[in-house]
């Protein structure tokens, strides 16, 4: 969001290639007109690459455009493609700078599950560019934790990070915050105050709660992404500021889109980046992990020696639902350690919460269906199944008479999904 864009082109297109999106850098790059709707991206005759290729056939390569030789980056997800496209010298040139990678910044997240493999992996190569990120996940899933390690990782790393959380906040508390206000704009107010935006001028800020932001705001923000200026409150000059915008969300914001509760202009100038967190339900593999941490780090924060995990504890957290995701396994764990007084932490010490509420219920839909394939659906479905019965029938013999199936197809499935004891 510099007055100079960036010289990385991004272009988002759906899956017939036709354009979502696409940043100043790629339309000045392919010569595009403004208005991309129902054009589609010809990518074979305009980045030179053989007729005979398919796009997932395209990870990274060299290619040559005008010219010059620029780094190719393609990602084919369920329901898009994204085109990074990096001039050869520039990416050079910033590895000289000495910008080495926070390689620390995420080390912060367990990533035993291939899904959440899949996301740092993406948060990664989204991290170094300058176009703004959209972080999408339930609630307690550590949108705010990824959006900081993306911070960290990025060319910003060393400088200011801000976060705003603009779930129901009143218009002029949020315009307050963000683009600050001039001296007497509110009663009271005899000295000006710079925002957030002005604050972090080289850095970056994280809007948590976009989904809630009001349509006034919304435009404002539109307006500040386009061009990187703003007006203070109660102020006639303009502020120019350069500022990654990091948004935050739980709810499907192009659901909003349809229903008219977020503007779609906005929505495409905010989702050419899209990072989401896959619930911990769908993350077995990791709740192991994060209970060893959470254990062991409260312990170390008391000063107490680290408790033995029972075995009964690990089966009790994996056929757990976790609406809260991985901050309601933190609080749980920990409010079960301040009251442990023995070197051992057992089932018996840890209360769940009943769950009765329709949206986890057995037959519940996965989250975020638009984003995923049948194949993908069937499979998150069949697992989810396997993992609410294996409670009722814990043994593969068991399970695979309540199914109807055979023990073998039964145990290679458990064994598929991670599914155990």
């Given at each position: 969001?510099?007055?100079?864009?960036?010289?990385?082109?991004?272009?988002?297109?759906?899956?017939?290639?036709?354009?979502?999106?696409?940043?100043?850098?790629?339309?000045?790059?392919?010569?595009?007109?403004?208005?991309?709707?129902?054009?589609?991206?010809?990518?074979?005759?305009?980045?030179?690459?053989?007729?005979?290729?398919?796009?997932?056939?395209?990870?990274?390569?060299?290619?040559?455009?005008?010219?010059?030789?620029?780094?190719?980056?393609?990602?084919v997800e369920a329901d898009r493609h994204i085109f990074l496209i990096q001039p050869?010298?520039?990416?050079?040139?910033?590895l000289a700078q000495g910008r080495a990678p926070a390689l620390q910044a995420f080390?912060?997240?367990?990533?035993?599950?291939?899904?959440?493999?899949?996301?740092?992996?993406?948060?990664?190569?989204?991290?170094?560019?300058?176009?703004?990120?959209?972080?999408?996940?339930?609630?307690?899933?550590?949108?705010?934790?990824?959006?900081?390690?993306?911070?960290?990782?990025?060319?910003?790393?060393?400088?200011?990070?801000?976060?705003?959380?603009?779930?129901?906040?009143?218009?002029?508390?949020?315009?307050?915050?963000?683009?600050?206000?001039?001296?007497?704009?509110?009663?009271?107010?005899?000295?000006?105050?710079?925002?957030?935006?002005?604050?972090?001028?080289?850095?970056?800020?994280?809007?948590?709660?976009?989904?809630?932001?009001?349509?006034?705001?919304?435009?404002?923000?539109?307006?500040?992404?386009?061009?990187?200026?703003?007006?203070?409150?109660?102020?006639?000059?303009?502020?120019?500021?350069?500022?990654?915008?990091?948004?935050?969300?739980?709810?499907?914001?192009?659901?909003?889109?349809?229903?008219?509760?977020?503007?779609?202009?906005?929505?495409?100038?905010?989702?050419?980046?899209?990072?989401?967190?896959?619930?911990?339900?769908?993350?077995?593999?990791?709740?192991?992990?994060?209970?060893?941490?959470?254990?062991?780090?409260?312990?170390?924060?008391?000063?107490?020696?680290?408790?033995?995990?029972?075995?009964?504890?690990?089966?009790?957290?994996?056929?757990?639902?976790?609406?809260?995701?991985?901050?309601?396994?933190?609080?749980?764990?920990?409010?079960?350690?301040?009251?442990?007084?023995?070197?051992?932490?057992?089932?018996?010490?840890?209360?769940?919460?009943?769950?009765?509420?329709?949206?986890?219920?057995?037959?519940?839909?996965?989250?975020?269906?638009?984003?995923?394939?049948?194949?993908?659906?069937?499979?998150?479905?069949?697992?989810?199944?396997?993992?609410?019965?294996?409670?009722?029938?814990?043994?593969?013999?068991?399970?695979?008479?309540?199914?109807?199936?055979?023990?073998?197809?039964?145990?290679?499935?458990?064994?598929?999904?991670?599914?155990?004891?």
């Open positions: 969001m510099e007055s100079h864009f960036s010289p990385v082109a991004i272009i988002a297109t759906d899956r017939q290639n036709y354009f979502l999106s696409a940043n100043p850098a790629a339309i000045a790059l392919f010569s595009l007109v403004d208005d991309l709707k129902q054009t589609q991206f010809d990518y074979k005759a305009r980045l030179n690459l053989p007729d005979n290729i398919e796009l997932a056939d395209v990870d990274s390569q060299i290619i040559v455009l005008n010219g010059q030789h620029y780094f190719l980056q393609i990602s050869l010298h520039y990416l050079t040139s910033r080390d912060c997240f367990a990533i035993n599950s291939k899904a959440m493999q899949q996301l740092i992996a993406q948060a990664k190569a989204f991290s170094r560019q300058l176009e703004p990120l959209l972080i999408s996940g339930e609630t307690g899933s550590g949108k705010d934790l990824l959006a900081l390690a993306c911070h960290h990782y990025s060319s910003r790393g060393d400088q200011i990070f801000l976060g705003l959380n603009c779930a129901a906040l009143p218009d002029e508390v949020v315009e307050s915050e963000l683009y600050g206000h001039a001296p007497g704009a509110y009663p009271g107010a005899i000295d000006g105050k710079k925002g957030f935006f002005e604050q972090a001028n080289g850095g970056s800020v994280l809007l948590d709660g976009i989904d809630e932001m009001s349509p006034r705001m919304q435009t404002k923000l539109l307006r500040f992404i386009n061009d990187g200026t703003f007006r203070r409150v109660g102020d006639d000059n303009e502020v120019s500021v350069n500022v990654r915008i990091i948004c935050a969300t739980k709810e499907n914001l192009y659901s909003l889109v349809e229903k008219g509760l977020f503007r779609e202009d906005l929505y495409y100038r905010l989702n050419v980046l899209p990072l989401n967190i896959p619930p911990l339900r769908e993350r077995h593999d990791d709740i192991i992990p994060l209970t060893n941490f959470f254990v062991t780090a409260f312990a170390n924060k008391q000063g107490n020696k680290v408790p033995v995990i029972a075995d009964d504890v690990i089966p009790l957290l994996l056929n757990y639902v976790w609406p809260g995701n991985v901050r309601q396994l933190k609080n749980i764990l920990y409010s079960a350690l301040a009251q442990l007084s023995k070197p051992i932490l057992s089932a018996g010490d840890i209360t769940l919460p009943v769950i009765n509420t329709p949206s986890h219920s057995l037959l519940s839909l996965p989250e975020n269906i638009e984003n995923r394939t049948l194949d993908e659906l069937t499979k998150q479905f069949e697992k989810t199944i396997l993992t609410r019965l294996y409670v009722e029938y814990p043994s593969s013999r068991k399970l695979s008479k309540r199914l109807g199936l055979s023990h073998t197809a039964v145990a290679n499935k458990l064994r598929e999904y991670g599914i155990h004891k």
